[in-house]
């Protein structure tokens, strides 16, 4: 699905391992989050064209980023998987609305992606589509920091009976990432955190494929 030129454009935006990043200004509460590249060019482009024109193809190229940035959340934390344990790899929900427009759940495809290459690097993860969005959520495109903070406060919630099939298929898990194609500015990250916590489920970070706009990089840390 990639040209040698797009690979290797890819390769230029987002080299290495990936970085330990922060909105600015980040909202309390944002757990660490880490990125592979900026959300600009070749990176951005192939996100868009995942994400809205149906492109699945690419899932398997941005799930290999969004892997490499699950793996550096959870090197910063030690070794949480040493006692077998799964990671839950928990993907950032998406409006009904969308799902529906697109015909799929684009990040629940990219997050599956993104398993299938950590579980062939030998890390024991399962996806758990855990979240799902309250009445009344509006498009994030467009709304600045605070008209998103505002929009997702208290909108993302765990239902009861996931946490109940979850629970009988694995008493005890290592700890959750949240996964996202993009963090902008934090808010989404920040809600679903807390609707993971609320039910007692300990979030190790955050995983994205890429990071927009205003922002810095440095040691991890949500504050």
Known sequence: MLC??????????APGAPRATRPEPSPPGLPPTWACGAYEGALRQLVV?????????LAAPLGALLAESVLAALASVG?????GRPVLLVPAPSRP???RAR???AALVLVRAAART????????MVAPLLT????????????AEERAANLDGSLW???ERLRRLSRRVPEVAGVVLCDDVVTTGATLTEASRALRAVGLPVLGAATVGATGRRRTGPPGGS
């Open 4 to 13: 040698p030129g797009c690979r290797g454009r890819l390769a230029h935006e």
């Open 49 to 57: 064209a995942h994400k809205e024109h149906g492109q699945q193809a």
């Open 79 to 83: 070794d949480p998987v040493s006692r």
């Open 97 to 99: 609305s969308a799902v």
């Open 103 to 105: 015909g799929r759940d």
């Open 118 to 125: 950590l579980r062939r690097r030998g890390v024991p993860v």
């Open 133 to 144: 969005t309250r009445a009344g959520l509006v498009d994030q495109a467009g709304l600045g």
């Open 158 to 160: 765990v239902r009861p």
